[in-house]
């Protein structure tokens, strides 16, 4: 099991490795496995990468991310001009039913609301706005709208775990009630836990996930 210093180097080395951080101004601490970000950064396109990069080192166990996004002022733009480029930012993407989707902007803070069928759509409806000039942060309330299905929702999922290779399915159960898919059981790392939950959400049916997975901690060996 790492120590607080030793996850502490790890997720510095980590955001140092990933070249679309600017991380000159991002503290790192770390206290039983919960890493705990402060500082400035560029945009919130950085400020979710640098998120991300906490959870693919292993060893972390929580994250609070307190990063402030602080735009050069090259960067800022009205709210009117980031409604726009919202607009034809999903207009312009495949993936998102651009029709089923209202965006509300307020400071640089995106919403996006609506409802649609799938997880995948949700997402890329985020994806899409996250990188814009002028973005402070997204909020993403987007809905799913329940598809019926004969499929066994449960099993689905449960299938779909065993099948793939990044985690031991044997220590995750599977709780279906209505279209809420619920986790349970040990993981290795943050990032397995991740996947499980996407794996979830590719479900048809599925609504809302809850993740109660817990991060296992090695024994130490001999013991």
Do not use: C
Not at 8 to 30: F, G, P, Y
Not at 155 to 171: C, N, P, S
């Amino acid at each position: 099991m790492k120590s607080d210093t030793e996850l502490q180097r790890d997720v510095a080395a980590e955001l140092n490795w990933d070249s679309s951080i600017r991380n000159e101004d991002i503290a790192v601490a770390v206290k039983e496995g919960a890493v705990m970000l402060a500082g400035t950064i560029d945009s919130y396109a950085q400020w979710y990468a640098a998120e991300r990069a906490v959870e693919r080192v292993k060893g972390t166990r929580a994250i609070v991310n307190d990063l402030k996004v602080k735009l050069p002022g090259a960067n800022e733009r009205s709210d009117s001009d980031i409604a726009h480029a919202a607009i034809n930012a999903l207009k312009w993407d495949i993936e998102v039913p651009e029709e089923q989707i209202r965006v509300k902007v307020a400071n640089g803070w995106i919403t996006l609301q609506g409802e649609v069928e799938w997880q995948y759509q949700r997402s890329a409806a985020e994806r899409a706005v996250r990188s814009l000039i002028g973005v402070r942060g997204v909020s993403n309330v987007i809905s799913l709208r329940p598809i019926p299905t004969r499929a066994d929702i449960k099993q689905h999922i449960v299938d779909m775990l065993k099948r793939q290779a990044t985690f031991d399915a044997e220590h995750v159960t599977v709780e279906v009630i209505d279209h809420t898919a619920r986790l349970h059981g040990t993981v290795r790392s943050f990032a397995e836990k991740r996947d499980a939950e996407g794996a979830a959400w590719q479900t048809p049916g599925v609504t809302k996930v809850e993740n109660n997975l817990m991060i296992a901690v090695p024994m130490p060996v001999g013991v």
